[in-house]
């Protein structure tokens, strides 16, 4: 496969999920905001389906085993993680929501210590501490001492 197509699917993932927040911003101007996340379940999970079925073609019963760990995984996962994100968007401004998100490989690594047994290196905790620096940095626009000004819709 071609480098350069798979940094330009890459750039537009980039796109579309960092626009999702500018878009959740507009939608809950005219949806509540678990109308909107259940629309945008309902959509993603047929839009899936259909790839699945249509891509992978898998037997009823190998989908039928595991149903229950995949509607779970997409509630937990999924809806409610956009609940919550559109719901702050009542109460923040998209970046703030999108700053947060961005937190998220920190704890998948932390996570991973005690469910995965992985250990964490030195370089690791730096790029962590770092990156929470940033977001902390542009939530209070770098006055940390403001940290009790946070908004409901950060929290």
């Known amino acids: 496969m071609n480098h350069a197509w798979t940094y330009v699917r890459l750039a537009a993932v980039s796109v579309f999920w960092g626009a999702s927040f500018n878009a959740g911003e507009l939608a809950i101007h005219a949806m509540p905001p678990l ?9 993603a999970a047929a839009l899936m389906l259909l790839l699945l079925f249509v891509k992978e073609k898998p037997s009823w019963s190998t989908v039928r085993s595991s149903i229950w760990v995949y509607i779970l995984l997409g509630v937990v996962g999924v809806f409610v993680t956009n609940a919550l994100q559109f719901t702050a968007l009542k109460y923040t401004p998209p970046l703030h929501p999108a700053l947060i998100m961005a937190t998220n490989p920190i704890v998948t690594a932390l996570l991973a210590v005690p469910l995965l047994k992985e250990n964490i290196r030195k370089g690791q905790i730096i790029g962590m501490l770092c990156s929470l620096a940033g ?21």
């Not at 109308?35 to 959509?43: D, E, G, H, K, S």
């Not at 977001?135 to 409901?152: C, D, E, K, P, Y």
């Open 135 to 155: 977001v902390l940095m542009v939530i209070t626009n770098g006055a940390f001492w403001q940290l009790t000004n946070i908004s409901l819709g950060d929290l």
């Open 35 to 43: 109308t909107v996340t259940a629309w945008r379940f309902l959509i």
